[in-house]
């Protein structure tokens, strides 16, 4: 009995698959190892917040065109994960960014244990950097383009009012 399964193929006509190819270009989490932009342009800024990936852990990390600025990871459920290190040196915080401790790994991989609902903060340097693209006085300002049918668009967010007048 054949019920056709064996003769599709795989479309990117949905658009939750681009959505998948946006957020693999950003992070990549399975098999246990975190790959921070792996597959991002270099010179091109870029932010994503709680992104989850495989094992239960959300990730919130910055890039600014040049390195990745930092990287957030809060288990949901605990467990093991291992980052592969875009940084020579790395320091890790477990209390929200006031302190920070150097961390070795092997070839570039940072093994990290982790409890359930616990968060750390990794970053090259021993601060908390805050991601430039989440900065208020950053943020573009909206733009609205009206079409003849009256219909309309924005580009950035635009105030609650905005979409009522």
Not at 74 to 95: A, D, M, Q, R, Y
Not at 123 to 143: A, M, T
Request: aromatic fraction near 14%; proline fraction near 7%.
């Amino acid at each position: 009995m054949l019920d056709g399964k064996e003769y599709v193929f795989p479309v990117l006509e949905n658009t939750s698959a681009y959505l998948m190819v946006l957020t693999e270009m950003l992070v990549q989490g399975y098999g246990g190892i975190i790959r921070l932009f792996p597959g991002w342009k270099e010179g091109k800024p870029a932010s994503f917040r709680n992104i989850r990936v495989e094992g239960g852990f959300l990730v919130f990390s910055s890039y600014n065109g040049k390195e990745v600025i930092f990287c957030r990871i809060k288990s949901l459920k605990g467990g093991k994960v291992t980052l592969k290190s875009p940084w020579k040196e790395i320091f890790i915080s477990h209390n929200g960014g006031k302190n920070f401790a150097e961390v070795k790994g092997e070839k570039g991989y940072i093994p990290i244990k982790m409890k359930e609902g616990k968060e750390i903060i990794l970053s090259p340097v021993l601060e908390y950097r805050k991601p430039p693209l989440f900065n208020k006085d950053s943020l573009p300002s909206p733009k609205k383009m009206v079409f003849p049918d009256g219909s309309r668009i924005w580009y950035g967010k635009p105030e609650w009012k905005e979409y009522y007048t």
